[in-house]
């Protein structure tokens, strides 16, 4: 039997055969498909891809674009399986939030809102993310390290609150540490104390301050410095009773701010620093003479003062001279309340001298070396001041007068015209205290001789009474001002002269 040839369909009128440019890339030519539009070449047959003129990111979640930082962060961490990162970060937004319609208009000074600030999520992503798989490896070291850097990151930002999270967060962890002694436990303690009080928290700042005291002085911890951590606790502790004795002390709570001055001495002297038990000393001191209790704070100057003298702080020296002389003159000690003030005018003295030195061999800039000098002259005139009244006070006019001179050429100097008139008064006033006793003599005698001395003097202001001059053996030129003060000074008594403060 013959074989039958099978033969292909013969093509219809419809049927297109494929151009050279429709060919596959094997070279078969493609049959066009009745009814349907002939389609243009591939995506990746373009042109522009072929040459590397555009290249589009294929990868890339468009909606990225149309979220808000918060929104993308927030789905990563989900979509990464950080759940634990997600609710800490999203309970932060949430809190801030609500502070912020609760404060109202005062909500521009809480600080931006974290939400829109895309570094600081990012931030807090990191080391967020890192913390919680630390924490599934059972690494809690590392997790405390992770919340201390996000603490210290925000400690100097506009949003502090955030440190002070963080840190609460690190006691939290250190809690659950083991093998060291607690003392990661004390670290978080002392830095929540420093985070409460830059935030002017002292009472809470306060408590952790003495709780790190009280670890660091049973382990005996020391820092990578070789520094002890008891001593530091101490200084904390005596700084945070000291802002908190200032701030009682404001408020017209003395009795409060004296104990806690006590407090801040016996750190001071528990942490082994003796001039900031001096300091501690001096501040008690003039809180006890607030209260009138004299002999306390003269206690407490001599100790300061000794302590100052040990250090050779001639400042210090000075304070001590003033207040111990504040103290006596309040107990009515004047003998010993003129001495401390010389004492102190002394070292006054020596002060200027040596601002004088400094600012003309130009150590300084010149003019802060000027306005230091200034102020040492302007302190060593209220010095003179004070003396000269309290010499007025009891009797000794040629003391009162020397110190009221000294007062005036001060003033003088310092070109203060306010002080010029004060002093020339003072100095005037003193002047005539000191040559009432022998007018009042000339007065009373009322003979001729004395009556001749009296109209010399009116004349020239110099009279002479046994051979000595009116004015006694310290008799100075006068000048105007003390003319026209020796005219009025015909008074039986001395003239009061008003005690300046110093």
Not at 223 to 251: F, K, M, N
Request: proline share 3%; aromatic share 8%.
């Amino acid at each position: 039997m013959a074989a039958t040839n099978v033969l292909p369909p013969l093509a219809t009128s419809r049927s297109l055969t494929a151009s050279p440019q429709h060919q596959s890339r094997n070279g078969d030519a493609s049959t066009r498909v009745p009814g349907r539009a002939r389609r243009g070449p591939k995506r990746s047959e373009s042109p522009f891809t072929q040459k590397g003129i555009f290249s589009f990111p294929t990868n890339v979640d468009p909606s990225s674009y149309h979220n808000t930082a918060l929104h993308n962060l927030c789905t990563d961490l989900l979509e990464k399986g950080f759940h634990t990162s997600f609710i800490e970060i999203f309970t932060l937004v949430e809190k801030q939030r609500l502070q912020h319609e609760q404060a109202g208009p005062a909500a521009i000074l809480l600080g931006p809102l974290i939400e829109y600030e895309p570094s600081t999520l990012d931030e807090l992503k990191s080391q967020l993310t890192r913390a919680e798989m630390a924490k599934r490896f059972g690494n809690l070291e590392a997790v405390y390290t992770c919340q201390r850097n996000l603490a210290q990151c925000f400690t100097d930002s506009k949003n502090v609150w955030l440190s002070a999270h963080f840190y609460e967060r690190c006691l939290e962890t250190a809690l659950g540490v083991k093998g060291d002694s607690k003392k990661k436990e004390g670290e978080a303690h002392c830095s929540l104390g420093e985070s409460w009080e830059k935030r002017d928290e002292l009472e809470k700042a306060c408590h952790h301050f003495e709780v790190f005291h009280q670890l660091a002085k049973k382990y005996k911890w020391h820092s990578e410095e070789g520094d002890s951590l008891h001593a530091v606790a101490c200084e904390h502790l005596r700084r945070i009773y000291t802002s908190i004795a200032e701030q009682l002390y404001a408020e017209d709570e003395i009795e409060q701010a004296i104990s806690y001055l006590k407090k801040a001495r016996e750190a001071s002297k528990e942490g082994g620093d003796s001039h900031e038990e001096g300091l501690a000393c001096y501040r008690l001191g003039n809180a006890l003479q607030s209260i009138e209790d004299y002999d306390g704070a003269i206690e407490y100057h001599r100790s300061y003062l000794e302590r100052c003298r040990y250090y050779g702080d001639l400042s210090g020296m000075g304070s001590a001279y003033q207040s111990l002389s504040r103290a006596h003159e309040s107990k009515g000690d004047i003998e010993n309340a003129i001495m401390f003030l010389e004492l102190f005018v002394e070292i006054a003295e020596n002060a200027v001298s040596q601002s004088h030195l400094d600012v003309e061999e130009a150590d300084k800039s010149g003019q802060q070396g000027l306005e230091e000098m200034a102020s040492k002259q302007g302190q060593l005139a209220k010095a003179c001041s004070a003396i000269g009244a309290m010499c007025t006070s009891v009797g000794d006019f040629d003391k009162a007068v020397q110190y009221f001179g000294r007062c005036y050429e001060l003033s003088v100097q310092m070109g203060d015209l306010e002080a010029i008139t004060s002093c020339r008064v003072q100095y005037g006033i003193a002047k005539g205290n000191q040559m009432l006793a022998s007018f009042s003599t000339q007065i009373v005698d009322q003979s001729y001789k004395s009556l001749e001395a009296l109209v010399d003097w009116k004349g020239s202001c110099v009279v002479k009474e046994q051979g000595q001059p009116f004015m006694g053996n310290n008799a100075q030129a006068e000048t105007g001002h003390e003319q026209e003060q020796g005219e009025g000074d015909s008074a039986s008594a001395p003239v009061p002269v008003p005690d300046p403060h110093y």
